[in-house]
């Protein structure tokens, strides 16, 4: 099936995306696709950064199209920040019978999605970037009192994106969204760790709309950096895509694993390099390269003498693992969160006992499934750079230290059972960590 087809199929599965247009020149069709979907007048929300990209056009086709249109258009800087607050005062800003139309990428259509949500009504997403997998997706990643997490919420009703708009994007959005994407190659090793292990089986709808089409999206950085139109459209398919395989699983676990939750920690310390904030993509490229340095160490280890019993009986109770949740948090309302999501998934004893053995049953087969879909770190780093992606985590301001603590203590942020889980569950996350965050220093001094 082409990109298209596929695109087609899944709108058609959707419960809530109606329409998906793709192609060059489409911003003009912007009146007939809000005709054909909503009634009633269109509020315009964007910041001045999307509006400059394609407010003016979206406001002219709708205008030509008989429809009322009033502006709601925010500083872009600083940079809008992806928070129930912000959500909250759009929704507020919402006149009775008005359909939002967000214009722009990750942050805008996250508030937008939210605030809809929230309003009970259905929203237009006009993307400007191909920066993130978020505009057909159901939840909105948004900060709430500090603690970032993925709100359930409904997808754009009708998302329209202009290539040609989407190509000239700054080139570093492009990237970030080619480090988003590139992020799906670790959450898919999660996921089979889990199915291999009866935690979370893979689901055959959504693992195919993510994982078949994924080393094509990935396969030409070097086109996608310049801008060229085909490649970009792959980008862009492949994340249309995969928001539409997290709405069709109902969670974000097709498309995230530890690698966006290693992310999440940086996004929710605010993380900021050359005065910027990182923006969600450039967190996963590396979330990414620290997720695959995790799995390369694994995958390079002898476990034949690995002990299953002896494990369990040293493993910590939970009651130690909350005293290490307060101790590496130091919000006791983001610790509160984290040990709820902790306690969700933690095993010990003869549970813990009886998966460590099924783990070493199941390894080598295991292994061999990993090897099959995983890329190593190298081949990550070689195409991420390619992109205009970061790659190390020197090139978001994370130095070895913050980033062996952020590996340390991703896995308490979610319930969701990644290779960090079980690296923790086997004794093996502290020197696996250690070897991760060396191996982006390594990487760093070898460039
Ligand atoms: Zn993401």
């Not at 992806?82 to 006149?95: E, K, N």
């Not at 000239?168 to 292990?197: N, R």
């Not at 080393?215 to 792959?234: F, H, K, N, T, Y």
């Not at 690698?259 to 900021?272: N, P, R, T, V």
């Amino acid at each position: 099936m082409s990109g298209d087809d596929l695109i087609r199929a899944a709108v058609a599965r959707s419960a809530s995306v109606a329409e998906v247009m793709i192609g060059r020149g489409v911003l003009a069709e912007a009146g007939a696709l809000y005709a054909r979907h909503f009634a009633g007048p269109a509020v315009l929300m964007a910041d001045e950064r999307g509006w400059g990209a394609a407010g003016p056009a979206v406001e002219a086709a709708l205008t030509a199209a008989g429809i009322a249109t009033r502006r709601h258009v925010i500083p872009a800087r600083p940079r809008p920040k992806p928070t129930v607050d912000l959500a909250d005062a759009l929704r507020a800003d919402l006149r009775p019978g008005e359909t939002p139309v967000a214009i722009g990428s990750g942050v805008m259509n996250d508030v937008v999605k939210h605030a809809a949500y929230t309003a009970g009504i259905s929203y237009i997403c006009v993307a400007t970037a191909a920066s993130m997998d978020g505009y057909t997706s159901a939840g909105a990643p948004l900060s709430e009192k500090g603690f970032k997490k993925t709100i359930p919420c409904r997808p754009a009703k009708v998302l329209l994106a202009d290539l040609d708009v989407i190509a000239a994007a700054p080139p570093e959005m492009t990237g970030w969204g080619y480090g988003d994407l590139a992020g799906k190659v670790p959450a898919g090793g999660d996921w089979i760790i889990a199915d291999a292990l009866g935690i979370e089986a893979i689901d055959d709808v959504a693992w195919p709309m993510v994982q078949d089409g994924l080393e094509g999206w990935l396969a030409q950085p070097d086109r996608i950096a310049s801008g060229d139109r085909d490649a970009v459209e792959g980008l862009f398919l492949g994340l249309t895509l995969v928001g539409l395989a997290m709405e069709a699983h109902g969670s974000s676990r097709p498309a995230s694993g530890a690698d966006h939750q290693i992310a999440h920690l940086w996004e929710m310390d605010d993380l900021h390099h050359h005065g910027e904030r990182v923006s969600h993509g450039a967190c996963v490229a590396v979330g990414a390269m620290a997720a695959l340095r995790l799995f390369d160490w694994l995958l390079a280890r002898d476990l034949a003498t690995f002990d299953p019993a002896r494990r369990a009986a040293a493993a910590p109770t939970l009651a130690k693992k909350v005293a290490e949740i307060r101790h590496r948090f130091d919000d006791p309302e983001i610790a509160g969160r984290a040990i709820v999501e902790t306690r969700a998934k933690h095993v010990e004893g003869a549970a813990l006992q009886a998966r460590l053995i099924r783990f070493r049953q199941v390894w080598p087969e295991l292994a061999a499934r990993l090897r099959a879909r995983l890329w190593t770190a190298d081949r990550m780093a070689w195409h991420l750079a390619r992109a205009g992606a970061p790659v190390e985590a020197a090139d978001i301001g994370v130095d070895p230290a913050y980033l062996r603590d952020t590996i340390l203590k991703a896995r308490f942020l979610r319930s969701r059972y990644t290779v960090l889980d079980l690296l923790d569950e086997c004794g093996l996350l502290e020197p696996a960590a250690v070897a991760a965050a060396q191996g982006a220093t390594q990487a760093r001094v070898g460039t």
